[in-house]
C-alpha cells in the first residue's frame, strides 16, 4: 500500500496544465497592388496562445499557428524567425501591428502580412517574392477557443486511481456466513 501511495503522490507532481489556444479567422482582400504586383486574396486562421501579454501597450496573443490560402494555394505554415515570436492584437482598431505575421505557400517563402502604419485603422499589406505588393482591408474574428487537450498526466491518474480502487477491492476481506 506504501508503495501506491508514493506512486499516486509522484504523478500528482508530474501532473501539468492543460493546454488551450484561441484560433481567429481572418480575410484579406486586395484593393489595390504595388510595383507590378498581383492582386491577392488571403483567407485562414490563426491559432495563438492563451495567454495575454503586452505588446508596446496593447494586448496581444501569440500566434503559434496558421493555415488557409494565398490565391487558391495552401499556406504551409509559419516562416520562423529566431526570437522574433508573431502576435494576435485583441485590444486596439487593428489585430495585426506594423511587424505583422509571416508565412509560407506553395513555393513562396516569407511572405509578409501585417497593418500598413501611417494609414487607416483597416489597412492592410502583403509582400513577398518580388510579385507580391498589395494593400487592402482585412477583417478578423474570433472563432472560441478550442478544446482542451488532456495531459498524459491526467490519463496516467485516472488509470492508478481505477487501479487503486480494484486493489483495495480486491484486498478487502471476505466475509463468511456461519450457519449453526
Known amino acids: ?47 495563438t496562445s492563451d495567454t495575454p501579454v ?12 496558421i493555415r488557409g490560402t494565398i490565391n487558391d494555394v495552401a499556406i504551409s505554415g509559419l516562416f520562423a524567425i529566431a526570437n ?23 513555393a513562396a517563402t516569407n511572405i509578409a502580412f501585417f497593418h500598413q502604419d501611417g494609414v487607416d485603422a483597416n489597412t492592410y499589406r502583403v509582400n513577398g517574392n518580388g510579385t507580391i505588393s498589395a494593400f487592402g482591408p482585412a477583417t478578423s474574428s474570433r472563432l472560441g477557443a478550442v478544446a482542451a487537450v488532456p495531459e498524459p498526466s491526467t490519463w496516467a491518474m485516472m488509470l492508478v486511481g481505477f487501479g487503486g480502487i480494484g486493489a483495495s477491492m480486491r484486498c478487502r476481506r471476505r466475509q463468511t456466513l456461519a450457519l449453526a
Not at 508514493?6 to 484561441?22: D, K, R
Not at 503586452?54 to 503559434?64: A, S
Not at 522574433?84 to 506553395?106: E, H, K, M, Q, W
Open 84 to 106: 522574433n515570436p508573431y502576435y494576435y492584437i485583441t485590444t486596439g482598431p487593428t489585430f495585426l501591428d506594423g511587424s505583422g505575421v509571416r508565412f509560407n505557400a506553395g
Open 1 to 47: 500500500m506504501n508503495k501506491l501511495a508514493i506512486g499516486i503522490a509522484a504523478l500528482a507532481a508530474c501532473a501539468a496544465t492543460p493546454a488551450s489556444a484561441a484560433e481567429f479567422v481572418f480575410t484579406f482582400d486586395t484593393t489595390s497592388t504595388l510595383f507590378g504586383g498581383a492582386p491577392q486574396t488571403i483567407r485562414g486562421v490563426f491559432t
Open 54 to 65: 503586452d505588446r508596446f501597450g496593447q494586448t496581444g496573443l501569440e500566434i503559434t499557428g
